[in-house]
């Protein structure tokens, strides 16, 4: 097939682009050529490049059909963060691709009443961010079940791998905390560390979108929660990371509002917004229609991730502390 990937050079595309070249496919990726991907590749070479800087297309009202253009039989959208983007992508697609694949994300349940959430539970978006994703969903299932157009909504969990920085059992994105368990250090974590994050690896993401188009005629018109099998508390999650440095977590507790003296402004809210989401999402419906099953538990997908920064010395870990 002919696929266009756009925001091909991210977390998920920098594992999803060489795979569908290794398959075969013909693939075309988009971006602003300001970023290269995670990890080389000889597949890379395979791949022909369309340099496109979207927020300044759409202005123009010219980026739908430069994607229309591209001649593809799916189109896989990973840098889409608001309705009126998607629909005017969707206009452009109509009658001119076989399968439009949206990434969207789990913030789209706000705070869930069951856990895991399933698609099919209620959809109560707290933030911007969430409440957009939310409406694309809306509008792209929409579209497929009243008109046939051929779309499918992927939501992903927080995507981890190799090359970046997970978030942490603090609910932030600071080495220091993963730094701490593997010194054996005290950590002090929000309220009692029982609310919960749900990591996914970026491979594993890149899977679900392959399993999707392979299944196009399942995956149409439906929306699938994409992330490990497993949920974990932040206490737990502390837990782990330090034992897998040879640590026994030294854990302290607090109160939000007095944690969050103990950080700065910008990580404790990127830990507020995760601990009201708390997001913990059911599988079972990618895995029952996709066949997808991912290859990484949240916590395999955390210590590949800091094993890496390790090696290039992005976390100030001694080798002993191994």
């Not at 990434?103 to 959430?117: D, I």
Request: proline share 6%; net charge neutral; hydrophobic share 40%.
């Amino acid at each position: 097939m002919r696929i266009t990937v756009i925001g091909g050079t991210g977390h998920i595309g920098t594992y999803l682009v060489p795979k569908l070249v290794e398959l075969g496919h013909a693939v075309t990726m988009v971006s602003r050529g300001k970023r290269e991907p995670y990890h080389p590749d000889p597949a890379w070479n395979s791949v022909k490049m369309l340099n496109i800087d979207r927020s300044r297309a759409e202005k123009e009202g010219i980026f739908g059909r430069q994607i229309a253009a591209s001649g593809a039989d799916a189109v896989i959208d990973l840098l889409c963060f608001t309705e009126k983007s998607c629909r005017d992508l969707a206009l452009s697609l109509k009658g001119m691709t076989g399968h439009l694949l949206h990434c969207g994300s789990l913030w789209v349940f706000g705070h869930s009443a069951v856990v895991p959430a399933s698609e099919e539970d209620p959809k109560k978006p707290i933030c911007e961010y969430g409440k957009e994703k939310l409406a694309i969903e809306n509008y792209l299932l929409g579209e497929a079940r009243a008109k046939g157009f051929p779309a499918t909504v992927l939501h992903p969990g927080h995507i981890s791998g190799p090359g970046w920085m997970p978030i942490n059992p603090a609910g932030h994105v600071s080495p220091a905390v993963f730094e701490k368990l593997a010194r054996g250090e005290e950590l002090l974590l929000p309220n009692f560390g029982m609310e919960t994050l749900h990591h996914v690896h970026a491979a594993d993401v890149a899977q679900a979108f392959i399993k999707a188009m392979n299944n196009r005629s399942t995956a149409l018109g439906e929306s699938f929660n994409v992330a490990s099998p497993a949920a974990l508390t932040m206490r737990g999650y502390a837990e782990a990371v330090a034992a897998h440095f040879g640590r026994e977590a030294n854990l302290k507790f607090a109160p939000f509002d007095e944690w969050k003296k103990t950080v700065t402004q910008e990580e404790a809210a990127i830990t507020l917004d995760h601990m009201l989401h708390s997001p913990n999402a059911s599988i079972e419906k990618a895995r029952r229609k996709l066949g997808y099953e991912p290859k990484y538990s949240s916590l395999e997908t955390v210590f590949e991730a800091l094993d890496r920064l390790v090696e290039n010395g992005k976390l100030r870990v001694k080798r002993e502390e191994l």
